[in-house]
Protein backbone atom coordinates (compact mmCIF):
# COMPACT_ATOMS: atom_id res chain seq x y z
CA UNK A 1 0.00 0.00 0.00
CA UNK A 2 1.73 3.27 -1.20
CA UNK A 3 0.38 5.02 2.24
CA UNK A 4 2.59 2.28 3.72
CA UNK A 5 5.90 2.17 2.79
CA UNK A 6 8.07 -1.13 3.59
CA UNK A 7 10.08 -1.40 6.84
CA UNK A 8 13.42 0.38 6.10
CA UNK A 9 16.45 1.97 8.44
CA UNK A 10 16.49 5.03 6.89
CA UNK A 11 15.35 8.69 7.91
CA UNK A 12 11.58 9.10 7.99
CA UNK A 13 10.21 9.91 4.20
CA UNK A 14 9.54 14.14 4.26
CA UNK A 15 6.04 13.97 3.53
CA UNK A 16 5.64 13.61 7.48
CA UNK A 17 3.98 16.06 9.61
CA UNK A 18 6.33 15.96 12.24
CA UNK A 19 9.82 14.70 11.10
CA UNK A 20 12.29 13.18 13.62
CA UNK A 21 15.25 13.53 14.40
CA UNK A 22 16.05 10.21 13.72
CA UNK A 23 19.40 9.79 14.96
CA UNK A 24 20.32 6.36 14.99
CA UNK A 25 20.31 5.07 18.40
CA UNK A 26 22.66 2.11 17.94
CA UNK A 27 22.60 0.71 21.71
CA UNK A 28 18.27 1.05 21.56
CA UNK A 29 18.27 -0.96 18.21
CA UNK A 30 20.43 -3.66 19.23
CA UNK A 31 18.69 -3.96 21.86
CA UNK A 32 15.17 -4.02 20.58
CA UNK A 33 16.27 -6.26 17.84
CA UNK A 34 17.64 -8.85 20.66
CA UNK A 35 14.38 -8.49 22.74
CA UNK A 36 12.05 -9.16 19.15
CA UNK A 37 14.31 -12.05 18.30
CA UNK A 38 13.35 -13.78 22.17
CA UNK A 39 9.99 -12.52 21.64
CA UNK A 40 8.97 -14.01 18.60
CA UNK A 41 8.30 -17.25 19.37
CA UNK A 42 5.89 -16.32 21.25
CA UNK A 43 3.34 -15.26 18.23
CA UNK A 44 3.04 -18.92 17.99
CA UNK A 45 0.78 -18.90 21.27
CA UNK A 46 -1.68 -16.93 20.24
CA UNK A 47 -4.39 -16.67 18.20
CA UNK A 48 -5.78 -14.06 15.28
CA UNK A 49 -9.17 -12.13 16.51
CA UNK A 50 -11.63 -13.76 14.43
CA UNK A 51 -14.94 -11.70 15.31
CA UNK A 52 -14.96 -10.51 11.84
CA UNK A 53 -13.36 -11.85 8.85
CA UNK A 54 -10.93 -9.43 7.94
CA UNK A 55 -9.10 -9.52 11.39
CA UNK A 56 -8.57 -13.29 10.55
CA UNK A 57 -6.48 -12.22 7.51
CA UNK A 58 -3.81 -10.85 9.09
CA UNK A 59 0.17 -13.07 9.37
CA UNK A 60 -0.27 -14.41 13.44
CA UNK A 61 4.20 -14.47 12.81
CA UNK A 62 4.23 -10.68 12.59
CA UNK A 63 5.92 -8.47 15.59
CA UNK A 64 7.39 -5.12 15.59
CA UNK A 65 8.44 -2.47 18.03
CA UNK A 66 8.66 1.50 17.50
CA UNK A 67 10.00 3.43 20.61
CA UNK A 68 9.96 7.53 20.19
CA UNK A 69 11.76 9.07 23.09
CA UNK A 70 10.40 12.46 24.21
CA UNK A 71 13.55 13.77 22.82
CA UNK A 72 12.38 13.05 19.30
CA UNK A 73 14.78 9.93 19.31
CA UNK A 74 13.36 7.17 17.00
CA UNK A 75 13.99 2.96 17.50
CA UNK A 76 12.45 0.13 15.91
CA UNK A 77 12.87 -3.37 15.31
CA UNK A 78 10.87 -6.07 13.09
CA UNK A 79 7.36 -5.49 11.47
CA UNK A 80 7.46 -1.96 12.36
CA UNK A 81 5.38 -0.86 9.20
CA UNK A 82 2.75 -3.14 8.89
CA UNK A 83 -0.40 -1.85 8.48
CA UNK A 84 -2.90 -2.79 10.93
CA UNK A 85 -6.54 -1.04 12.04
CA UNK A 86 -6.18 0.71 15.65
CA UNK A 87 -9.18 -1.17 16.77
CA UNK A 88 -9.31 -0.06 20.87
CA UNK A 89 -6.35 1.70 20.58
CA UNK A 90 -8.75 4.30 19.51
CA UNK A 91 -10.32 4.75 22.96
CA UNK A 92 -7.68 6.92 24.59
CA UNK A 93 -8.00 9.13 21.62
CA UNK A 94 -11.86 9.42 21.82
CA UNK A 95 -11.69 10.25 24.98
CA UNK A 96 -9.29 13.04 24.53
CA UNK A 97 -11.48 14.41 21.73
CA UNK A 98 -14.88 14.22 23.93
CA UNK A 99 -12.87 15.42 27.32
CA UNK A 100 -11.75 18.70 24.74
CA UNK A 101 -15.21 19.50 23.33
CA UNK A 102 -17.09 18.74 26.50
CA UNK A 103 -14.44 18.90 29.73
CA UNK A 104 -13.69 16.96 32.84
CA UNK A 105 -17.32 17.10 34.71
CA UNK A 106 -19.77 16.59 31.59
CA UNK A 107 -17.76 13.57 30.11
CA UNK A 108 -18.34 11.99 33.57
CA UNK A 109 -21.76 12.57 33.89
CA UNK A 110 -21.51 9.72 30.51
CA UNK A 111 -18.82 7.60 31.66
CA UNK A 112 -16.68 6.98 34.63
CA UNK A 113 -13.58 6.05 35.24
CA UNK A 114 -12.86 3.06 37.36
CA UNK A 115 -11.94 0.19 36.29
CA UNK A 116 -14.43 -3.05 35.95
CA UNK A 117 -14.90 -6.33 34.02
CA UNK A 118 -15.92 -4.85 30.79
CA UNK A 119 -18.37 -7.79 30.57
CA UNK A 120 -20.47 -6.72 33.67
CA UNK A 121 -20.94 -3.72 32.35
CA UNK A 122 -24.05 -2.35 32.12
CA UNK A 123 -26.33 1.12 31.94
CA UNK A 124 -28.26 0.18 34.72
CA UNK A 125 -24.98 -0.11 37.19
CA UNK A 126 -23.76 3.09 36.38
CA UNK A 127 -20.61 1.31 35.62
CA UNK A 128 -19.60 2.73 31.87
CA UNK A 129 -15.40 2.81 31.72
CA UNK A 130 -14.27 5.00 28.35
CA UNK A 131 -12.02 1.64 27.69
CA UNK A 132 -14.71 -0.51 27.06
CA UNK A 133 -17.22 -0.85 24.20
CA UNK A 134 -19.99 0.53 25.54
CA UNK A 135 -18.51 3.34 27.38
CA UNK A 136 -16.40 4.40 23.68
CA UNK A 137 -19.79 4.38 22.00
CA UNK A 138 -21.07 6.79 24.58
CA UNK A 139 -18.01 8.51 23.67
CA UNK A 140 -18.40 9.07 20.19
CA UNK A 141 -22.28 10.71 20.51
CA UNK A 142 -19.98 13.31 22.67
CA UNK A 143 -17.43 14.56 20.06
CA UNK A 144 -18.89 17.63 18.93
CA UNK A 145 -19.87 17.89 15.42
CA UNK A 146 -22.66 19.15 12.87
CA UNK A 147 -23.30 15.53 11.61
CA UNK A 148 -21.46 12.45 12.35
CA UNK A 149 -18.94 12.30 9.45
CA UNK A 150 -18.43 15.76 10.72
CA UNK A 151 -17.00 14.23 13.68
CA UNK A 152 -15.13 11.19 12.95
CA UNK A 153 -13.32 13.69 10.74
CA UNK A 154 -12.48 15.17 13.72
CA UNK A 155 -11.70 12.52 15.44
CA UNK A 156 -9.35 11.41 12.17
CA UNK A 157 -7.45 15.00 12.48
CA UNK A 158 -6.62 14.34 15.70
CA UNK A 159 -5.24 10.94 15.77
CA UNK A 160 -3.01 12.26 12.40
CA UNK A 161 -1.92 15.01 14.99
CA UNK A 162 -1.55 12.52 17.80
CA UNK A 163 0.12 9.44 15.30
CA UNK A 164 2.38 12.58 13.64
CA UNK A 165 1.32 11.39 10.09
CA UNK A 166 -0.95 13.37 8.28
CA UNK A 167 -1.52 10.49 5.61
CA UNK A 168 -3.70 8.08 8.01
CA UNK A 169 -6.73 6.90 6.82
CA UNK A 170 -9.23 4.23 7.23
CA UNK A 171 -9.26 0.72 6.27
CA UNK A 172 -12.41 0.40 4.09
CA UNK A 173 -12.70 -3.98 4.22
CA UNK A 174 -12.09 -3.86 8.07
CA UNK A 175 -14.79 -1.02 8.19
CA UNK A 176 -17.54 -3.00 6.21
CA UNK A 177 -16.44 -5.93 7.88
CA UNK A 178 -17.48 -4.10 11.46
CA UNK A 179 -20.51 -2.99 10.04
CA UNK A 180 -21.72 -6.16 8.34
CA UNK A 181 -20.48 -8.00 11.45
CA UNK A 182 -21.57 -5.51 14.34
CA UNK A 183 -24.89 -7.09 16.14
CA UNK A 184 -22.55 -7.22 19.82
CA UNK A 185 -22.03 -3.60 19.46
CA UNK A 186 -25.49 -2.76 17.84
CA UNK A 187 -26.78 -4.73 21.05
CA UNK A 188 -24.78 -2.49 23.71
CA UNK A 189 -25.36 0.42 21.82
CA UNK A 190 -29.53 -0.16 21.66
CA UNK A 191 -29.06 -0.92 26.06
CA UNK A 192 -27.48 2.47 26.03
CA UNK A 193 -30.11 3.83 24.28
CA UNK A 194 -32.77 2.51 26.05
CA UNK A 195 -31.78 3.82 29.32
CA UNK A 196 -31.39 7.15 27.86
CA UNK A 197 -27.15 7.14 27.64
CA UNK A 198 -27.54 7.88 23.52
CA UNK A 199 -29.54 11.10 22.28
CA UNK A 200 -28.21 10.17 18.68
CA UNK A 201 -29.43 7.93 16.21
CA UNK A 202 -27.76 4.39 17.04
CA UNK A 203 -26.91 3.33 13.41
CA UNK A 204 -25.49 7.11 13.23
CA UNK A 205 -23.52 6.21 15.92
CA UNK A 206 -22.32 3.32 15.54
CA UNK A 207 -20.82 4.31 11.79
CA UNK A 208 -18.81 6.58 13.99
CA UNK A 209 -17.18 3.78 16.12
CA UNK A 210 -16.77 1.24 13.51
CA UNK A 211 -14.91 4.08 11.18
CA UNK A 212 -12.99 4.58 14.64
CA UNK A 213 -11.91 1.42 15.08
CA UNK A 214 -11.30 0.99 11.53
CA UNK A 215 -8.40 3.46 11.23
CA UNK A 216 -5.10 2.10 9.79
CA UNK A 217 -1.86 2.58 11.50
CA UNK A 218 1.13 1.49 12.37
CA UNK A 219 4.11 0.60 15.10
CA UNK A 220 5.53 4.09 14.53
CA UNK A 221 2.19 5.91 14.47
CA UNK A 222 1.00 3.94 17.94
CA UNK A 223 4.59 5.40 19.05
CA UNK A 224 4.22 8.78 18.43
CA UNK A 225 0.40 8.46 20.14
CA UNK A 226 2.24 7.42 23.34
CA UNK A 227 5.30 9.99 23.27
CA UNK A 228 2.91 12.48 23.03
CA UNK A 229 0.90 11.11 26.13
CA UNK A 230 3.94 10.75 27.49
CA UNK A 231 5.40 14.33 27.18
CA UNK A 232 2.28 15.43 28.58
CA UNK A 233 0.34 16.44 25.55
CA UNK A 234 3.55 17.99 23.92
CA UNK A 235 4.58 16.85 20.50
CA UNK A 236 7.92 14.80 21.28
CA UNK A 237 11.22 17.26 20.90
CA UNK A 238 8.36 20.43 20.18
CA UNK A 239 6.66 22.97 22.71
CA UNK A 240 4.00 22.39 20.15
CA UNK A 241 0.88 21.66 23.39
CA UNK A 242 -1.54 19.40 21.46
CA UNK A 243 -3.54 19.24 24.55
CA UNK A 244 -3.50 20.19 28.24
CA UNK A 245 -1.17 18.28 31.04
CA UNK A 246 -4.14 17.89 33.34
CA UNK A 247 -5.58 15.81 30.40
CA UNK A 248 -2.60 13.34 29.87
CA UNK A 249 -2.60 12.83 33.69
CA UNK A 250 -6.43 11.98 33.12
CA UNK A 251 -6.19 9.76 30.48
CA UNK A 252 -2.55 7.91 31.51
CA UNK A 253 -4.47 6.84 34.84
CA UNK A 254 -7.41 5.21 33.27
CA UNK A 255 -4.71 3.42 30.71
CA UNK A 256 -2.95 2.33 33.91
CA UNK A 257 -6.28 0.78 35.78
CA UNK A 258 -7.98 -0.31 32.65
CA UNK A 259 -5.95 -0.11 29.13
CA UNK A 260 -5.28 -3.67 28.86
CA UNK A 261 -8.92 -5.46 29.63
CA UNK A 262 -9.48 -7.88 31.90
CA UNK A 263 -5.47 -8.20 31.86
CA UNK A 264 -4.90 -4.92 33.26
CA UNK A 265 -3.75 -5.90 36.57
CA UNK A 266 -1.26 -8.27 35.57
CA UNK A 267 0.36 -5.97 32.90
CA UNK A 268 0.35 -3.16 35.81
CA UNK A 269 2.82 -6.00 37.83
CA UNK A 270 4.59 -7.32 34.80
CA UNK A 271 5.12 -4.04 32.50
CA UNK A 272 4.23 -1.29 34.98
CA UNK A 273 3.18 1.30 32.10
CA UNK A 274 -0.16 2.77 31.22
CA UNK A 275 -1.27 1.14 28.02
CA UNK A 276 -4.18 0.33 25.35
CA UNK A 277 -4.07 -2.70 23.38
CA UNK A 278 -6.46 -3.52 20.76
CA UNK A 279 -7.84 -6.55 18.65
CA UNK A 280 -5.72 -5.85 15.71
CA UNK A 281 -2.60 -6.82 17.58
CA UNK A 282 -1.46 -3.02 18.73
CA UNK A 283 -0.41 -1.79 22.24
CA UNK A 284 0.25 1.72 22.80
CA UNK A 285 2.30 2.13 25.82
CA UNK A 286 3.30 5.27 27.47
CA UNK A 287 5.93 6.08 29.78
CA UNK A 288 5.52 8.98 31.30
CA UNK A 289 8.49 11.97 30.92
CA UNK A 290 10.10 9.31 29.07
CA UNK A 291 9.00 7.77 25.86
CA UNK A 292 6.42 5.90 24.03
CA UNK A 293 6.26 2.79 22.36
CA UNK A 294 4.09 1.26 19.43
CA UNK A 295 3.78 -2.82 19.28
CA UNK A 296 2.42 -4.97 16.67
CA UNK A 297 1.85 -8.66 17.45
CA UNK A 298 -2.17 -9.86 16.11
CA UNK A 299 -1.79 -13.52 17.54
CA UNK A 300 -3.78 -12.31 20.88
CA UNK A 301 -4.05 -14.16 23.94
CA UNK A 302 -7.27 -15.17 25.72
CA UNK A 303 -7.85 -11.39 27.21
CA UNK A 304 -7.59 -10.35 23.69
CA UNK A 305 -4.06 -8.52 23.92
CA UNK A 306 -0.51 -8.92 22.12
CA UNK A 307 1.01 -12.55 23.70
CA UNK A 308 4.51 -11.76 22.21
CA UNK A 309 3.87 -8.05 21.78
CA UNK A 310 3.60 -8.70 26.38
CA UNK A 311 6.23 -10.29 26.34
CA UNK A 312 8.64 -7.90 24.65
CA UNK A 313 7.20 -4.92 26.62
CA UNK A 314 7.98 -7.09 29.56
CA UNK A 315 11.66 -7.05 28.69
CA UNK A 316 11.79 -3.90 27.75
CA UNK A 317 10.14 -2.61 31.31
CA UNK A 318 12.87 -4.70 32.53
CA UNK A 319 15.74 -3.66 30.77
CA UNK A 320 15.64 0.33 31.21
CA UNK A 321 13.35 0.29 34.25
CA UNK A 322 10.23 1.51 33.16
CA UNK A 323 7.95 0.47 35.50
CA UNK A 324 6.28 3.14 37.12
CA UNK A 325 5.63 1.65 40.09
N1 LIG B 1 -13.82 -3.24 16.83
C1 LIG B 1 -13.69 -3.90 18.07
C2 LIG B 1 -15.07 -4.10 18.67
O1 LIG B 1 -15.79 -3.16 18.75
C3 LIG B 1 -12.82 -3.13 18.98
C4 LIG B 1 -12.66 -3.79 20.29
C5 LIG B 1 -11.29 -4.17 20.63
O2 LIG B 1 -10.25 -3.85 20.03
N2 LIG B 1 -11.27 -4.90 21.70
O3 LIG B 1 -15.45 -5.19 19.06
Known sequence: CAAFPAPRKQAASPARLFAPQNERQPVMEELLERLLAECLPYTAQGRLADYIPELAKADPSMLGVYVIGNDGKE????????????????????????????????????????????????????????????????????????????????????????????????????????????????????????????????????????RACSIRVDCRALAHIGAVLSNRGRLPNSSRQIFPAELARYVNAILTTCGMYDGSGEFAIRVGVPAKSGVGGGIMAVVPTRMGIGIYGPALDRKGNSVAGIQLLERLSRALYLSIF
Open 75 to 210: SWAGDCRQPFTIQSVIKPILLLQALLDNGVEAVQRRVGVDAINPRDQSPYSGHINPMANMGAIVICSLIHGGSYAERFQRLLELTRLLAGDERIGIDEDVYHSEKSHGSKNRALAYLLKSYGLLDDDVEEVLDCYF
